[in-house]
């Protein structure tokens, strides 16, 4: 190896990627030491997968240099690609191929010995915990192994150094444990990683953070350094007068983000302007106001420069529900009695009772694989029980589907839209797909616009709009027609912290005025939005209730954050006790 | 109900239309496909390359080596001193056909005689073969009765031999159209298939079935856009008919509506690739399994009537075979539905069972 003692792993200086006259990252001089951890944060489209192609010498750089283990990546691009290990975003190996197979595949094409590739291959699969799974094929494993086995091929010829674009997207938390189990080993033995990421417990768990906006570097450091740089920039409130409180930061210039707690109101302002006095003043009169330590995503909004406040400073007001089907919705909008849905001899829902109440905003929680989708997917109509029995504003779903659909919207994982259509194609279809026309449907497109923040965006086609754009656009298609009952599966996954306190804020106001909103996530931090909460594992509804009583239902067990919660329902749950905030 | 189909209808020609690919492939098909396909599939002879050995070098062998290389369909490659040069060049292939005038032909013929000329064939490509044999019997033939009408009196009846339809008897009149019918079968079951398939991938489909539109309402938005689409796409490829100069005989109209029948049916196989592919790669392939044999079951390439018995029986099942005859009727022919309505009641017997089957699945398997 080329590589001098002491001297660092990468070396950028001035390095920037211009695409027409955009550039997509600029200026950016990095150091980074051998066997750091090293995440990059930002916004959609701030730069991170252009710049970790550039380091990944697959990209040629406009300006500037860059040095990737003693190589540069513009003259010597295949010596750095043949030694590092890259994974894109949205990775995957080939499905029809085993475990085994796709491994000796990928230890192959990097010339790795048969004889070291034996040892390897013990070792990466006892520690992705793939070793029982060798014979099966890529293309059912399920999400988390996938990515854990996209992560062994690329670890295979142990490289020194690894680049990861977004490896937690849609990984379930026990799965993203184990990655990172992974990625701390390597590098304890000196692998340096680095990667891309939108969840902000990941950038906690990284050596030294650097936040891209607009292509440049605006802070870099470690996640304390970075947190320190935001004191006095992030509040809570609590008080008895939400609208109160929701009107004076409304109102206030610097308030970057706002977010709705169930018992607080978290609030970030500029951190270079600081609390205005009279903006304290004002909220003094609502609540008790208090300084809070800030966590990365609080460092992640009050970093970002590409606020549009559009969103933001328009207060969230709404009718009614006005369903399709008229106003007639029962108190209870979802029930179930032992429903359950069984694929062959695999039971992907297990008897599942549960009831919602209107305007509740209730989260299902679990891996990859627990059953939150096929639960939704029966509630909306898409799939039949094999079980039980479901009413979902106030419709028998097997009996009525198409009167169901009128009463129901709903937003599917993929933010399914039609990428050749327009932003406003998109909505005036669904729209008319709802029975709108005429001028009620301009109606209902503009004042759903309005409120997902999409005015002026009619004209644009939707291939070209960020993730976050999209997932915005995907819940207006599912809001045209007024739905009593709003089904979200993983509507945030893959955006940005920013973005989703924005999203979540839509979501707090739509159940204000009543709708109901079931939402499953992977993101446990999410739990904090929703009024109840229903935890999923294996089929079954482990556990029910508010964040409150589910941690009281853990008695003598320390579990602070929502993860821990989590996690020890499912231990329980495996040695087959009975637990629960409403045990059941 | 007809503000959901409205949209749905709109919203999939927005779709056609901005799907530049689509759009490019339709015209394609209709036009400069045809084009090709007529010229390099035409197996009109012209120029082969004809050996000649001359064993009796008088003005009568002269006479008749003459009668061969004056015509198109050969053109002499050169004077060979015996049968086994002429042999080799067939073998080499110099030539692909070798004309051997044995000695004392003229002495035979003063005679009164009949002498034999032996005519050598590449019977490689038997169908080219077989025309060259063809020619060169006509050539002969116009020979004899030159001579007999000098000589003697002529002996039996001399034929009259009229080809109808199509007097020049030119493949490309019939190629031209035989391509226009598999580019109507193409379009027909690829579009439809691509375009389900591609909600499939998106996730659209699943979007579409939590609104209140019904799977029939889907349906029609998938099937009748091709339908128009298909028509519409005949235009262009009559312009291309025009320019081969095959003539327009029979009614418009009347091939219009045919083809309609006609795109019944392959709309229909085209929804039912949609039901069992799950990407448009598979659904294209997929096409392509069932396309192929069809084309050549159904006369478009080789004639029905010289299939084995077995082939000929199945080729009564594609609806491209009956649409043959339709599209050379009322092309060549000028036939009339009073003519055609035999393949009219075969399109339907085949297009509407089958298009209930695509509809029963298709429902089946989105609901």
């Known amino acids: 190896m080329v590589l001098a003692q002491g001297s660092s792993v990468i070396e950028a200086e001035g390095l920037g990627r211009r695409y027409a006259d955009n550039w997509a990252v600029q200026d950016v001089d990095l150091r980074i030491n051998k066997g750091e951890i090293f995440g990059l944060v930002g916004p959609d489209g701030s730069g991170k997968t252009t710049l970790l192609q550039l380091l990944a010498a697959i990209l040629d750089?406009?300006?500037?240099?860059?040095?990737?283990?003693?190589?540069?990546?513009?003259?010597?691009?295949?010596?750095?690609?043949?030694?590092?290990?890259?994974?894109?975003?949205?990775?995957?190996?080939?499905?029809?191929?085993?475990?085994?197979?796709?491994?000796?595949?990928?230890?192959?094409?990097?010339?790795?010995?048969?004889?070291?590739?034996?040892?390897?291959?013990?070792?990466?699969?006892?520690?992705?915990?793939?070793?029982?799974?060798?014979?099966?094929?890529?293309?059912?494993?399920?999400?988390?192994?996938?990515?854990?086995?996209?992560?062994?091929?690329?670890?295979?010829?142990?490289?020194?150094?690894?680049?990861?674009?977004?490896?937690?997207?849609?990984?379930?938390?026990?799965?993203?444990?184990?990655?990172?189990?992974?990625?701390?080993?390597?590098?304890?033995?000196?692998?340096?990683?680095?990667?891309?990421?939108?969840?902000?417990?990941?950038?906690?768990?990284?050596?030294?953070?650097?936040?891209?906006?607009?292509?440049?570097?605006?802070?870099?450091?470690?996640?304390?350094?970075?947190?320190?740089?935001?004191?006095?920039?992030?509040?809570?409130?609590?008080?008895?007068?939400?609208?109160?409180?929701?009107?004076?930061?409304?109102?206030?210039?610097?308030?970057?983000?706002?977010?709705?707690?169930?018992?607080?109101?978290?609030?970030?302002?500029?951190?270079?302007?600081?609390?205005?006095?009279?903006?304290?003043?004002?909220?003094?009169?609502?609540?008790?106001?208090?300084?809070?330590?800030?966590?990365?995503?609080?460092?992640?909004?009050?970093?970002?420069?590409?606020?549009?406040?559009e969103v933001l400073a328009k207060p969230v007001v709404l009718s009614g529900p006005l369903s399709g089907g008229g106003r007639d919705v029962p108190e209870q909008s979802v029930e179930t009695r032992e429903l359950s849905r069984r694929f062959e001899s695999f039971i992907a829902v297990d008897h599942v009772s549960l009831d919602i109440g209107s305007g509740e905003i209730f989260g299902l929680l679990g891996a990859n694989g627990a059953g939150k989708t096929t639960l939704i997917r029966m509630l909306c109509g898409l799939l039949p029980p094999t079980g039980g029995s479901a009413r979902v504003a106030g419709v028998e779903v097997t009996r009525q589907p198409r009167f169901l659909r009128r009463r129901i919207g709903y937003m599917s994982q993929r933010f399914s839209l039609y990428p050749d259509l327009s932003v406003g194609e998109n909505m005036a279809f669904f729209a008319s797909a709802y029975g709108l026309r005429g001028r009620e449907r301009r109606d209902a497109v503009d004042r759903t616009a309005d409120l997902t923040g999409l005015q002026g965006l009619a004209d644009d086609s939707v291939a070209t709009l960020s993730g976050a754009v999209r997932q915005r656009l995907g819940l207006a298609c599912s809001l045209l027609h007024h739905p009593a009952v709003l089904f979200l599966d993983e509507p945030t996954s893959g955006v940005d912290p920013l973005a989703r306190f924005r999203f979540w804020r839509l979501i707090g106001g739509l159940a204000g005025a009543g709708t109901t909103v079931i939402v499953t996530t992977h993101n446990l931090e999410e739990a904090a939005y929703c009024d109840r909460l229903g935890l999923m594992h294996e089929g079954r509804l482990i556990a029910l209730g508010d964040l409150s009583s589910l941690r009281a239902g853990l008695s003598g067990l320390a579990a602070n954050t929502i993860e821990d919660v989590f996690l020890a329902y499912v231990e329980h749950s495996d040695e087959g006790a009975v637990a629960g905030g409403e045990a059941r | 109900m007809g503000t959901r189909l409205a949209g749905l209808l709109l919203k999939e020609t927005i779709q056609f239309l901005r799907d530049r690919v689509m759009l490019f492939l339709i015209l394609w098909l209709y036009t400069v496909e045809i084009v090709i396909c007529t010229l390099a599939l035409s197996f009109e002879i012209e120029d082969m390359p004809l050996a000649v050995v001359d064993l009796d070098r008088t003005p009568a062998s002269r006479e008749i080596i003459d009668s061969f290389i004056v015509t198109e369909p050969f053109a002499l490659a050169g004077y060979l001193a015996s049968a086994a040069e002429a042999t080799s060049w067939l073998q080499s292939g110099r030539a692909r056909v070798a004309l051997v005038i044995p000695k004392g032909l003229q002495?035979?013929?003063?005679?009164?005689?009949?002498?034999?000329?032996?005519?050598?064939?590449?019977?490689?490509?038997?169908?080219?073969?077989?025309?060259?044999?063809?020619?060169?019997?006509?050539?002969?033939?116009?020979?004899?009765?030159?001579?007999?009408?000098?000589?003697?009196?002529?002996?039996?009846?001399?034929?009259?031999?009229?080809?109808?339809?199509?007097?020049?008897?030119?493949?490309?009149?019939?190629?031209?159209?035989?391509?226009?019918?598999?580019?109507?079968?193409?379009?027909?079951?690829?579009?439809?298939?691509?375009?389900?398939?591609?909600?499939?991938?998106?996730?659209?489909?699943?979007?579409?079935?939590?609104?209140?539109?019904?799977?029939?309402?889907?349906?029609?938005?998938?099937?009748f856009p091709t339908l128009v689409m298909g028509l519409l796409a005949v235009f262009p490829s009559l312009l291309i008919v025009w320019w081969f100069g095959v003539p327009m005989r029979g009614s418009l109209l009347l091939f219009l509506a045919l083809t309609g029948l006609f795109l019944l049916s392959a709309i229909a196989i085209g929804v039912l690739v949609a039901a069992i592919s799950r990407t448009q790669q598979q659904a294209l392939l997929l096409s392509f399994f069932g396309l192929f044999p069809m084309m050549f079951l159904s006369g478009t390439l080789a004639p029905v009537e010289s299939m084995p018995e077995a082939l000929q029986t199945l080729s009564l099942a594609s609806p491209l075979r009956h649409y043959m005859d339709v599209i050379l009727g009322v092309f060549l022919k000028g036939a009339g539905l009073t003519d055609l309505w035999p393949q009219a009641v075969t399109l339907i017997a085949i297009g509407v069972p089958l298009f209930a089957t695509a509809t029963y699945i298709f429902t089946k398997r989105s609901a």
């Open chain 1, 61 to 309: 750089p406009s300006s500037g240099r860059c040095r990737v283990l003693g190589y540069d990546t513009l003259r010597q691009a295949s010596e750095v690609t043949s030694r590092i290990g890259y994974m894109a975003q949205g990775f995957t190996l080939y499905e029809r191929l085993t475990v085994a197979e796709n491994l000796a595949f990928s230890a192959k094409s990097r010339g790795v010995s048969s004889s070291l590739f034996a040892s390897r291959r013990e070792k990466l699969l006892a520690m992705a915990g793939l070793g029982s799974f060798l014979d099966r094929r890529e293309g059912v494993l399920s999400g988390g192994m996938r990515k854990k086995l996209a992560l062994c091929t690329n670890l295979v010829h142990e490289p020194p150094l690894l680049l990861l674009d977004e490896p937690g997207l849609g990984v379930d938390p026990l799965s993203r444990r184990e990655l990172w189990r992974m990625l701390e080993a390597f590098g304890a033995g000196g692998t340096t990683i680095v990667l891309a990421t939108s969840y902000m417990d990941e950038a906690e768990r990284c050596d030294r953070v650097a936040f891209l906006d607009g292509g440049r570097i605006i802070a870099m450091g470690t996640p304390d350094e970075l947190r320190a740089g935001v004191d006095g920039a992030v509040f809570s409130v609590r008080s008895n007068a939400p609208a109160a409180v929701e009107a004076a930061l409304g109102g206030a210039r610097n308030v970057l983000s706002l977010q709705w707690r169930p018992e607080e109101i978290h609030f970030v302002v500029d951190p270079s302007l600081g609390m205005p006095d009279e903006l304290r003043v004002e909220l003094g009169r609502t609540g008790r106001v208090e300084a809070t330590v800030p966590s990365m995503d609080d460092v992640f909004v009050a970093r970002s420069r590409s606020n549009d406040k």
């Open chain 2, 107 to 223: 002495r035979d013929l003063a005679r009164g005689d009949t002498p034999a000329l032996q005519l050598l064939l590449d019977g490689t490509n038997s169908n080219v073969a077989a025309q060259a044999r063809g020619y060169a019997l006509q050539i002969v033939g116009r020979y004899q009765s030159r001579h007999s009408i000098e000589n003697v009196p002529a002996a039996g009846a001399q034929p009259v031999v009229r080809v109808w339809y199509n007097p020049d008897r030119t493949y490309t009149s019939f190629m031209v159209l035989s391509m226009v019918a598999v580019a109507a079968l193409m379009v027909g079951v690829i579009y439809p298939a691509a375009s389900i398939v591609r909600e499939k991938e998106t996730g659209t489909i699943e979007q579409l079935r939590v609104t209140p539109i019904s799977i029939m309402e889907l349906f029609v938005a998938k099937t």
